[in-house]
């Protein structure tokens, strides 16, 4: 007999970087799931100011940070755009584990998902103004605080990486040398 996939969701965001936001969404989606699929999207992007993480990288520091926080039932799939949204969902379904909830908060993902019969829930919001990829990156940039914003496994990743570095590099304009 087939398995029952009607408990098994899916939570998409780009991760650039996994924040303690995104950790608590993962974190309670996981709870009231049987299984859950975190989408990296963006997954082709990595070296830009807003997208400076490969998809290898986000994978890593997801996988860390929901080990750490002993969450076991997840799947990791990298997600690429597809600028061509009457098929996005179905590009989605084809490369994750079957889903039959959908978590997500951006209107337009909801919408296509909806359009596709899937049920779609909120995902509740943890202080956003703070907990935020965009913050996390402008902090890199300015030399403050970045690390309270994002699980301890997360500083490895990108200590290890130098992707504070990186992030800083890749925002300035063109140096006359
Ligand atoms: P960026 O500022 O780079 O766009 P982001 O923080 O918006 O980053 P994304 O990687 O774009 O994060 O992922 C988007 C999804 O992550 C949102 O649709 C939302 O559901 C979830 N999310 C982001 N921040 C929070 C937060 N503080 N609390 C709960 N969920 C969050
Ligand atoms: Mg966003």
Redo the contacts with the bound molecule.
């Keep these: 007999m087939a398995r029952d996939y009607s408990h098994y969701s899916l939570?998409?965001?780009?991760?650039?970087p996994l924040?303690?936001?995104?950790m608590?969404?993962i974190r309670k989606c996981a709870a009231e799931s049987d299984h859950l699929t975190v989408g990296i999207?963006s997954a082709q992007y990595s070296h830009e100011p807003?997208n400076p993480f490969t998809a290898g990288e986000r994978y890593c520091m997801i996988d860390e940070a929901l080990h750490d926080a002993e969450v076991d039932n997840y799947s990791i799939v990298p997600i690429e755009d597809l600028n061509r949204y009457s098929v996005w969902v179905s590009h989605v379904v084809s490369m994750c584990p079957p889903f039959s909830v959908v978590?997500?908060?951006?209107p337009f993902?909801r919408r296509l998902f909806v359009e596709a019969g899937y049920e779609v829930r909120a995902?509740?919001?943890?202080?956003?103004a703070i907990?935020?990829?965009?913050?996390v990156?402008r902090r890199m940039v300015h030399g403050t605080d970045w690390e309270s914003l994002v699980p301890p496994a997360v500083v490895e990743v990108i200590d290890s990486i130098d992707g504070v570095g990186r992030v800083r590099e890749i925002s300035q304009r063109d140096s006359a040398v």
């Design positions: 939570v998409i965001g780009r991760f650039q924040h303690k936001g995104h608590d969404v999207g807003e978590y997500s908060n951006n993902t995902s509740p919001m943890y202080d956003r907990y935020s990829g965009t913050e990156r």
